[in-house]
C-alpha cells in the first residue's frame, strides 16, 4: 500500500482502502453534498463514524497543536497557529526585499503569491508561465531568511498530474515551505481575480488534494505540512458548487479551504459555517473580487488565515516607477532615496547578523563596513 492511503478509511474491515471520496456530480445537483452535517469531518468517535473514503490522521488533530510552545519547525508552528485563537494574518512576498520588510514590520507568516513570483522571478502575468522550479527556488529564498517564520505557497494547479502534484509537495517540504494551496482551475490557469477561468471536474480536483495529501504523508519521519484546498470555481459554476468542492477537498484531507473570488462579506459568512470545523482562508486583493476586508474584520467574520497576495508587489510598482520617472526627468536619484545609504539599505536585507556571525566565528572581515 502506498504510504498515506491508509489514512482513507473504510468501514469495512475486510475491504481494501478507500481512496474513492465522491462520485463526481452535476453542479446544479448540490442537495445532498449541501445536505450533510458540519461535523462530518470531526475526529471518529462510536458515535460519529468516519464515512467511507473521509481521510483522517490522528497524529495531525487540531487538538494535538493547542498547548506547549511555538515549534521551531514551521509547520507544525503553522498548525499551532491555527489550532489557537486569532487569525493568521500573511501578507504576500514578492522577493528577498519584500519578505526582510515584512519580517522587519513584526508579521510571524508570510504568503508566498503566485502572482508575485511570476512578475518578480520572470516579469509576466499569472498565467501559468512560471514553472515548480521557479516557485521552489524563491520559496528556498524566502524560508532561508526567517527558517522558523511559516511561509504559505501557492502552488497553483500541482503543474501536472497526480506524480507532479506529489513531486511539488515533496520539493515545498524540502524547501522549508510550512503549507501549499492547490487549485481546481485547468492547467492553463490564471489569476483567481481575473475573469474567463475555467476550472477541472469535482474528480480531478479531489484528485489532486489526495495526491498531495498521499505524497505529505509518505515524508520520512511525519510530516506537519499543511494542505490547503483551494476552488475557483465560485464564478464559474457559483458558490453552491464551491462550497460543495471545498467539503469533498476537506473530506479528501485538506487541512485548510481557501474560496478563491469570494464577494461578500455574506457569503465568506456562509462557507465559513458550512465548512466548520475546517479553517477558511481568504484573499484580499484591493480592487479584485473580494472586498478589502481588514484583518480584524475578516476574524470576525470567522475566517482563520487572510492573506494579501499583491500588497508587496502593487507597493513596488508604484515606487519604483516613482524612483524611475523622478531619475528620468531631474537625472538623479537624490529624491527617491529618502536619505537612504548604502548600510541602511543592507541592515534591511541583515547585515548586523553577517556582521556578527563572522565575529562570533573569529572572522576579521566585517570589522568595519
Known amino acids: 500500500m502506498a504510504p498515506g492511503l491508509d489514512y482513507y478509511r473504510s468501514p469495512e474491515p475486510t475491504q481494501a482502502p478507500v481512496v474513492q471520496v465522491a462520485v463526481d456530480r452535476s453542479s446544479t445537483d448540490t442537495s ?19 464515512k467511507p473514503g473521509v481521510y483522517y490522521n ?21 498548525r499551532q497557529m491555527l489550532a489557537r485563537p486569532g487569525i493568521v494574518v500573511a501578507p504576500g512576498i514578492c522577493d528577498g526585499i519584500s519578505a526582510r520588510c515584512a519580517l522587519e514590520a ?22 501559468a508561465i512560471a514553472t515548480l522550479n521557479d516557485f521552489v527556488q524563491s520559496a528556498q529564498m524566502v524560508c532561508g531568511l526567517s527558517p522558523t517564520t511559516p511561509v504559505i505557497a501557492d502552488a497553483d494547479t500541482g503543474f501536472g498530474g497526480t506524480a507532479m502534484v506529489a513531486r511539488t509537495v515533496y520539493q515545498y517540504a524540502r524547501a522549508g515551505v510550512a503549507a501549499m ?7 492553463t490557469k490564471r489569476c483567481g481575480h481575473l475573469m474567463g477561468k475555467q476550472v477541472v471536474s469535482r474528480e480531478e480536483f479531489v ?3 489526495r495526491a498531495a495529501v498521499i505524497a505529505r504523508d ?20 457559483g458558490m453552491d458548487e464551491a462550497i460543495a468542492r471545498l467539503k469533498l477537498a476537506a473530506d479528501a484531507g485538506a487541512d485548510v479551504c481557501f474560496i478563491e473570488g469570494v464577494k461578500t462579506s455574506q457569503l465568506l459568512t456562509k462557507t465559513i459555517e458550512a465548512l466548520k470545523p475546517k479553517p477558511v482562508l481568504v484573499n484580499v486583493i484591493s480592487g479584485g473580487l473580494t472586498p478589502s476586508f481588514t484583518c480584524k474584520e475578516a476574524e470576525v467574520l470567522g475566517a482563520k488565515i487572510i492573506i ?4 508587496s508587489c502593487v507597493a513596488a510598482v508604484h515606487g519604483i516607477r516613482a524612483a524611475m520617472q523622478s531619475l528620468k526627468k531631474t537625472g538623479t536619484d537624490f529624491t527617491s532615496a529618502q536619505g537612504m545609504d548604502p548600510k541602511a539599505f543592507f541592515e534591511v536585507m541583515g547585515l548586523s547578523d553577517v556582521v556578527e556571525l ?8 566585517f570589522e568595519v563596513v
Open 32 to 50: 445532498s453534498t449541501d445536505s450533510e452535517p458540519s461535523d462530518r469531518r470531526l475526529t471518529p468517535s462510536p458515535e460519529r463514524p468516519l
Open 58 to 78: 490522528p497524529r495531525l488533530d487540531p487538538k494535538n497543536f493547542i498547548d506547549g510552545p511555538l515549534s521551531y519547525d514551521p509547520a507544525t508552528r503553522l
Open 106 to 127: 513584526g508579521f510571524d507568516c508570510l504568503y508566498q503569491s503566485g502572482a508575485a513570483t511570476t512578475a518578480s522571478r520572470l516579469g509576466m502575468p499569472d498565467l
Open 181 to 187: 494551496h492547490i487549485e481546481d482551475q485547468v492547467q
Open 207 to 209: 484528485t489532486r488534494i
Open 218 to 237: 509518505s515524508i520520512p519521519g511525519g510530516s506537519n505540512f499543511v494542505i490547503i484546498g483551494r476552488t475557483d470555481s465560485a464564478q464559474v459554476l
Open 308 to 311: 494579501f497576495s499583491l500588497v
Open 358 to 365: 563572522d565575529a562570533r566565528a573569529g572572522g576579521t572581515a
